[in-house]
């Protein structure tokens, strides 16, 4: 990671060390989903191991409890930085009552948390795009001083839906951010099969809105980025489209195999740029954090994993007649 | 008491809720100046500005798309597409994200939402401005499904659809926009209940169900019979989802004949669950084999004139069936 004058105003070193926790927190609890689903402790894991940086730097260049989020599946660390805990994280995994998403009606990493402003997620690609331009519309409508970020894959910027959406925001110029976690690969497919174009950012070209590339591994940069397009929509100056280069070091998901269509070199490639070890590196070096301090940054994440896992596994599964209720908004129990 | 056409009870709606509730916006193709191709939206963007009725960029999915986004934030969309044909790019958007959104997020977000959408044939508008999709959409737990057949009812149904908290898709019959007057009473806030069916005509002979275009031509053909001798209740079902068993089921305990008339395609049509209620719930009172009266199973109207005809049920086939479900 490079060193930056300008962000040093801007980032405390306390916020960077929050930042930091997150990242360390995303992967320990991703890390730990994929050995418990090979234990067959739970059916399916989707991960976002790789994409901590890009995640972690957009989340907190919003305003969180404020602006809105409408993430995509593999948004682990991007809704743990706006509020969602381990535990109930874990609580998806399983499928246990009480999961805030939906009540483990949903597969695990179908995000949606009314506390936190994050709306509820589907599983076609694409989908949410629209979605976020009506609420930056309705944002706008009101007034109202918030902004909405939309996450999404390269792969699925091939869908009409992702299209009309950033169309409407661009049009209206509603203040909407679209960033694009490009990791190459839409399960098998490389982006080479997704698009003519050589970078996610140029489709911005077609749609009138700003479009930029960035390094979505270097936290630091994408969180300049995205706090930058923030200002500018909270200001009234529209949407931006943000593709942040980011790694997919896992399979797709645990039902894929991506031995099936890339090389193991290039995997050991990517561990080389693993951006939460990158950014360790560059908080040891720049004296933000010491050896001893991180070490303690490890085992408390061990620790909050473990304390996850294990309310999860305490927890009951949901009361059978939940699977009922609620179709329409007559049928919602609250409590 | 005045005499509105059908269209006329549809824009009053709207206006009325624009008028009380500013998180009301409408979105579509040509609703602004132009007032919609059928003139629904006729003086609303005059009156309401261009921010609460707005001209959508010609793409059906992120009409619908975009109104989840507002009414997840708290607004109430009401959205047109501009005929129900047109409807299908926004199918995954409503199949998939509003009707699931409720149940998939345990409550905690609903989208109160309203698609409209002009359905039917009849108006030489061949395979694409003619189709009637209703049955798409009453497959799909989470959504309403809305037919009115009268000024009346297109009011008070539409307005109630507005308030209500859940997405209502509710098709009007474009045929009838201007065919079909009726009485509307100077009520301040007409509300007509989602969910209820009406007997439209008493009789005692058999029942015959139908909704939107074809109820207003099932009600002339009942008058028809009458002349003969034959004493048809007319149902209108105006809630296609949820259904109203119970109107369905006393009807045809009544007079112990069922009939169904849509204008969709006969095959996996609306009228095959009205069938199915009736077989599970009404056999021992049913004196004749349940008939459906539907459109043919081609793929829609087509436009030549006579084909048209040929497609699409009108007063004479509609009392034709009736005659020969009375003789039965």
Known sequence: MEVREKIQTELTHELMLEMYWIMLLSRRIDERAWLLHRQGKFPFHISGIGHE????????????????????????????????????FALGLMGKKGEPSSGARQMPSHWGLRRANIISTSSPVGTQTPHAAGIGFAIKYRGDDAIVLTSIGEGSTSQGE???????????????????????????VPRSKQMAVSNVAEKANGLGLPGITVNGLDVIEVYDA?????????????????EATVLRMTPHSSDDDDRMYRSREEIEEMKQKD????????????????????????????EEVNAAIKFAEDTPYPDVEDASYPVYAEDIRHG | MAEVTLIEGIRQAMDEELARDERVFIVGEDVGPRGGVF???????????????????????????????????????????????????????IVNEAAKMCYRSNGAWTVPMVIRAPYGG?????????????????HVPGLKVVV?????????????????????????????????????????????????????????????????????????????VAEEGIDVEVVDLRTLLPIDEQTILKSVEKTGKALIVYEGNLTGGYGAEISAILAEKAFVSLDAPIRRLAGPDVPAAPFSHPLQDWFMLDVSKIAAGIRSMAEY
């Open chain 1, 162 to 188: 992702w299209y009309e959406g950033v169309n409407w925001a661009a049009i209206h110029q509603l203040p909407v951010i679209f960033l694009v976690e490009n990791n190459e690969y839409a399960i098998s």
């Open chain 1, 53 to 88: 940086a890009a995640q972690v730097g957009a989340a907190f260049a919003l305003k969180r409890g404020k602006d809105w989020l409408v993430p995509y599946y593999r948004d682990l660390a991007m809704v743990l930085a706006f509020g969602l805990t381990p535990a109930e």
């Open chain 2, 148 to 224: 009115p057949s009268n000024p009346r009812d297109a009011k008070g149904l539409l307005k109630s659809a507005v308030r209500d908290p859940n997405p209502v898709i509710y098709f009007e019959p474009k045929k009838g926009y201007r065919l079909i007057k009726g009485e509307l009473p100077e009520e301040d806030d007409l509300l007509v209940p989602i969910g209820q069916a009406s007997i439209s005509r008493q009789g005692k002979d058999l029942s015959v169900f139908a909704y939107g275009m074809m109820h207003y031509y099932t009600l002339q053909a009942a008058e028809i």
């Open chain 2, 39 to 93: 003139r629904a939206t006729e003086g609303l963007y005059e009156k309401y500005g261009g921010s609460r009725v707005v001209d959508s960029p010609l793409a059906e999915l992120s009409i619908v798309g975009m109104g989840i986004g507002a009414a997840l934030y708290g607004l109430r969309p009401i959205c047109e597409i501009q005929f129900a044909d047109f409807i299908h790019p926004a199918f995954n958007q």
């Open chain 1, 275 to 302: 951006p939460v070890n990158a950014f360790r590196d560059y908080l040891i070096q720049q004296n933000i954090i010491t050896e001893a301090a991180q070490e303690k940054f490890q085992s408390r994440a061990k």
């Open chain 1, 226 to 242: 995205v706090k930058s397009a923030a200002d500018r929509a909270r200001a009234g100056g529209g949407p931006t489209l943000i």
């Open chain 2, 122 to 138: 009849g108006i030489g508008g061949g395979l694409y401005h003619s189709q009637s999709v209703e049955a798409f959409f009453t």
